[in-house]
């Protein structure tokens, strides 16, 4: 397949029928592959799992309008990467600074779980991403969960039992990108106090320490 990121991918024929249904029952949700958001040339690219049904299926902007974006969004602006404290929709004027968010599957996958060929399909989109970022000397990827840490390591070509996920994990690559992981900022992470706002931004003040 082409690495161009596509909005009209039907590659995963499951993933594109479950769009198809999600368009009829709500047919004002962007409902297709939902792109990158961010400064073009970021130094910090945000990797999560997929788009949420309600979230980013429905904004077309990743992390955008659902729970799971509340956490990231607030602490990207207090760490200075975002113009505002919450992200509502793709035409808000939410500007990212020296930061980029992308997603390891482009599709929304029913109850929130891609099947790994559909990881393994979407992760040449990944791995253009990845190569274009450090390209443009990008220095730190921050994996939201164990699915988007591994997506990256496939999309670079490095065998996860070398890279163990863990959160506040960090991984110097042989790409000179260093790797940081973090729990996902999901509704049942936060609630379950698995994931805190001061254990998130521990995460983004090592990023941060690394950048100076």
């Given at each position: 397949?082409?690495?161009?990121?596509?909005?009209?991918?039907?590659?995963?024929?499951?993933?594109?029928?479950?769009?198809?249904?999600?368009?009829?029952?709500?047919?004002?949700?962007?409902?297709?592959?939902?792109?990158?958001?961010?400064?073009?040339?970021?130094?910090l690219l945000i990797i999560g799992l997929a788009p949420g049904m309600h979230g980013a299926n429905r904004t077309g902007r990743p992390f955008t309008g659902d729970f799971a974006g509340i956490l990231l969004y607030r602490t990207l602006h207090k760490f200075g990467f975002a113009s505002?404290?919450?992200?509502?929709?793709?035409?808000?004027?939410?500007?990212?600074?020296?930061?980029?968010?992308?997603?390891?599957?482009?599709?929304?996958?029913?109850?929130?779980?891609?099947?790994?060929g559909e990881i393994r399909q979407c992760n040449g989109y990944l791995t253009a991403e990845i190569e274009g970022f450090a390209k443009e000397g990008g220095t730190a990827l921050l994996a939201l969960g164990t699915v988007a840490h591994k997506a990256?390591?496939?999309?670079?070509?490095?065998?996860?039992?070398?890279?163990?996920?863990?959160?506040?994990?960090?991984?110097?690559?042989?790409?000179?990108v260093t790797l940081y992981d973090s729990y996902h900022c999901s509704r049942y992470n936060t609630q379950t106090k698995r994931l805190t706002a001061a254990t998130f931004e521990a995460v983004f003040e090592k990023i941060c320490a690394d950048f100076s």
């Open positions: 397949m082409s690495n161009k990121f596509s909005a009209n991918c039907r590659l995963c024929p499951r993933l594109a029928g479950f769009l198809d249904e999600v368009k009829i029952r709500y047919p004002d949700y962007h409902a297709r592959p939902v792109p990158a958001f961010g400064d073009k040339t970021p130094k505002k404290d919450e992200s509502i929709s793709a035409d808000d004027g939410l500007r990212l600074t020296g930061c980029r968010i992308t997603n390891a599957v482009k599709c929304l996958p029913p109850e929130n779980k891609p099947e790994p990256a390591l496939m999309a670079l070509g490095l065998k996860p039992a070398a890279y163990p996920f863990g959160h506040g994990a960090v991984h110097p690559l042989p790409n000179k």
